[in-house]
């Protein structure tokens, strides 16, 4: 019997679903749009189906497949509760019982499980990453937002409501930048894609920087992506900013380790593939901040998830870990 | 049988010790000087003899009396090693095996550990005190410096190496007031006693606030006691600093809550006497950078351990936590 879970990442345009192995390796994978509709029962329909389909096609070449349960990542995900609630990104209004409602469809999967989509990356990594022989560790996601999964005593930390590990939000510059949230100042306006965006611009206001490769873009135009590939080809400006954005990072990461002392900090997401343009003033400015009993003591690790799969296997893994309860 | 557990705080200048019953309640306490003069073995010896003469003592009236443990609350103190590591204000050389030395005095207690100050309020919370019912909370410890202790599923957070829980070397104003640590801007340097010393005379420099009942005292001179009866009798100055002090002290909790999710929040020491003139502005600030899935949802708590006794009180608790191990 070959044993096999199913990662749901709920995004906001596009539900990806794929079938995962023991070893975080990936042996199908698919997708459903996610609603616009709010039409929660629809979804689950939608949803429920592709996965049975995905399910028979890999008991097609693996008879011997056994489905254990079922992961899902999504945005503002509670895992007490199995409920996405009042996720901004959604068309589902309020509290969505999702994990409820899949049982339904799936009387047979005793493990149907949810949480945050950075939470679930932290145990992502704990079950088929770098994280493997961590007890305690932290995950950083640097995306459309910036999402953290905190891992004490080889368990992620959910708080008392569910929603803990929203180190995004902590605050790097009182009243700084607005954040997404209505805050000011918080990580997130500033280590976020848009927040690399934000960073360029103001560099280029600065600098009059009109010889940069990205001067010719509209602040609606400008992407990361555009900043990283400049970055690599040597422009000042985008260079500047994965440095600036490495030390805003990093002055947030030495907050983190007050508060858990963590053996390491993996970051996953898109800027990480800069590699040291991104990680050396992380590193840096992090020790800058640090007490002298952490100082050269807690690595800064890229995730050892594979970038494009990284949601649904985060997902899957979640069900490993119920398995271990 | 009654049983009790012997608290000891490590203090810099004095070395708290206690005899304390389940109920949190000290039979009796005394202490010892902590040594300038760095020779570990004659305090070992000098602490040996102090517990034994108090445990005499309490046997002497309760016959039936049985000694559990002893636990130890002391600065830069490591949980996992049973040692005191690089205590900046103690007289002791770099790594002290305090809990290994304890045991060759006492064979007869299984149960010795030893923690920081601020952990040990924690679990003194959580033993006797108002988190007797809460499993994921954080203690906050306001004094000479400020120190935390993190609760989570109902245990201490010591994190990879056990320093865990130093959230006063959180920054909470990058590049800010120097800190004793040598960092700039971190949240000591701000809501410490000598922090709002600092803040007083930042007040006093800007309104040249020479009517203030403490403007007639040297930088030196100013204490917080000073700061509190002043508050306490309107002076304006004075109300301002507590008031300060509780947003700077909210932003960061703040970050806390964005990390851990707790139930509540606990403020230990002499500050948190003044009341809603600390509370309040704690409070408000903190909401002010929350998340919208947290606004209105984290209790911020005075801790009801007696002040005096804390201390030992706290590091009391710690034999009962390991007794449930």
């Not at 593939?273 to 002298?292: N, Q, R, T």
Request: net charge negative; proline share 3%; charged share 20%.
């Amino acid at each position: 019997m070959k044993k096999f879970s199913i990662g749901i990442d709920v995004g906001g345009t596009n539900t990806a679903i794929g079938v995962v192995d023991e070893n975080g390796n990936v042996l199908t994978k698919g997708g459903i749009d996610t609603p616009s509709h709010g039409d929660i029962d629809r979804y689950i329909k939608d949803m429920a189906k592709a996965v049975r389909d995905m399910i028979k096609s890999v008991q097609l070449t693996n008879s011997e497949a056994e489905i254990i349960g079922v992961g899902i990542g999504a945005p503002n995900g509670n895992y007490y509760n199995g409920t996405i609630e009042y996720a901004p990104n959604l068309s589902f209004k309020g509290v969505v019982h999702l994990v409820d409602l899949l049982k339904k469809e799936f009387p047979e999967y005793k493990d149907i499980a949810l949480t945050n989509d950075a939470n679930a990356a932290a145990i992502g990594e704990k079950i088929y990453g770098g994280a493997q022989k961590m007890d305690n560790f932290v995950m950083f996601t640097l995306g459309t937002g910036v999402g953290s999964g905190i891992v004490v005593d080889g368990d992620l930390v959910y708080g008392n409501d569910g929603f803990a590990g929203e180190c995004g939000h902590t605050t790097l510059i009182p009243g700084g930048r607005l954040c997404g949230c209505g805050a000011k100042g918080h990580l997130e306006a500033y280590t976020s894609a848009p927040g690399m965006k934000r960073t360029a611009f103001e560099i280029m206001a600065r600098d009059n920087a009109v010889d940069s490769a990205l001067a010719d873009k509209s602040f609606t135009e400008l992407t990361s992506k555009m900043i990283y590939d400049a970055a690599i080809q040597g422009d000042k400006v985008a260079v500047e900013v994965f440095e600036q954005t490495g030390k805003y990072l990093g002055q947030a990461l030495a907050d983190t380790v007050h508060h858990l002392a963590p053996e390491a900090i993996f970051l996953f997401g898109g800027p990480t593939a800069a590699g040291d343009l991104i990680f050396k003033p992380v590193k840096e400015s992090m020790e800058e901040y640090l007490l002298p009993i952490f100082k050269n003591k807690i690595k800064i690790l890229p995730s050892e998830l594979s970038m494009g799969d990284a949601a649904i296997v985060g997902a899957s893994a979640l069900v490993w870990k119920e398995k271990e309860k």
